[in-house]
């Protein structure tokens, strides 16, 4: 008679929280996504705020019940270090699509590239590019454009709150521009390294992107793959979150503090007495954890989630 080999132990799942990557070269959210799944031992992961695969820096991914927050967060203001190239154009916009035009940038002066990014700073009406992943008829443009399709995007509003120069380097024919960009989520400044080189009569690509900053959520609040991976193999099993739950919706939101019915009922998905704040709200217990948000509506503060159901 075969002796049934004996039951693994149940693995207790991670608990809640965020995980602030900073997302490698080469890699899709996607694949960043899947790969924590392992590293922390739950399929309960989530990501908000795609990253394309060249790009580096802040991916925000929520853990167990925290995948719940990502579409409350506030992440509708980024920051990116990028490399623009003046002097060649390409079907992507960027250094991964094949170039389409050249033209001699050596004659673009400092006043001129000023001059020309200003024009792109605060509310501007920008053409996504071609392969950004905007749906059309339901299918991602950048599907229909590798597919050999003509892709026009309509203009869409955004904000570039900060568009500066740090560094300007000249070779050969072409004007490296290493700058700094502080922009409203939906901006892509792909499109925006295309629109300066077409305003400068010389075309333009990006050639390196970094974002350092999505909402409240930095640099200083990631951790690279190579790191989680050590964790994942130490002692612990797993690797650790950047935040747990008390601490994002702390960072993300505005706090309010409730006493035990507060809570009780918050819990009981009951409104509370309204926060005279606008937008959402974190409420917190008084044993200092989170039991959900709220924002106010008709004199009350309703729930918007909740996070600690009662029981």
């Not at 927050?69 to 079907?91: S, W």
């Not at 901006?187 to 350092?212: I, P």
């Not at 926060?275 to 009350?300: E, K, N, Q, S």
Request: charged share 25%; hydrophobic share 40%.
């Amino acid at each position: 008679m075969n002796q049934r080999s004996p039951r693994r132990p149940r693995r207790e799942p991670p608990p809640p929280g965020l995980l602030v990557v900073d997302k490698p070269a080469g890699w899709t959210s996607h694949d960043v996504v899947g790969k924590v799944r392992g590293l922390v031992g739950t399929r309960k992961v989530g990501h908000a705020g795609t990253l394309d695969p060249m790009a580096t820096g802040v991916l925000v991914l929520g853990v167990e019940r925290a995948t719940k927050l990502l579409g409350h967060l506030a992440l509708d203001t980024k920051t990116y270090l990028a490399t623009i190239r003046l002097g060649v154009e390409t079907t992507t916009d960027d250094a991964e699509g094949e170039p389409t035009a050249t033209a001699d940038a050596r004659a673009v002066t400092d006043a001129a590239v000023v001059d020309g990014i200003a024009a792109l700073t605060g509310d501007i009406a920008q053409v996504p590019s071609s392969v950004s992943a905007i749906k059309v008829d339901g299918k991602r443009a950048y599907e229909r454009a590798r597919a050999g399709e003509e892709v026009e995007l309509e203009a869409r509003p955004v904000h570039v709150a900060r568009f500066d120069v740090l560094e300007t380097r000249r070779q050969d024919a072409t004007v490296d521009l290493d700058v700094v960009v502080d922009c409203s989520s939906g901006t892509y400044v792909r499109a925006l390294a295309r629109d300066l080189g077409r305003a400068l009569g010389v075309g333009g690509h990006l050639t390196a992107l970094r974002r350092t900053r999505v909402g409240p959520f930095t640099l200083a609040h990631a951790r690279d793959l190579e790191t989680l991976g050590a964790e994942a193999d130490g002692e612990a099993g797993r690797a650790s979150l950047s935040l747990d739950l008390d601490a994002a919706v702390g960072t993300a939101f505005p706090r309010r503090d409730v006493d035990a019915g507060g809570a009780d009922d918050l819990a009981h998905g009951r409104p509370l007495p309204t926060t005279g704040t606008a937008g959402t709200t974190g409420v917190f217990g008084p044993d200092g954890h989170v039991i959900g948000l709220v924002a106010d509506d008709d004199g009350r503060a309703r729930p918007v989630l909740v996070l600690a159901p009662a029981g």
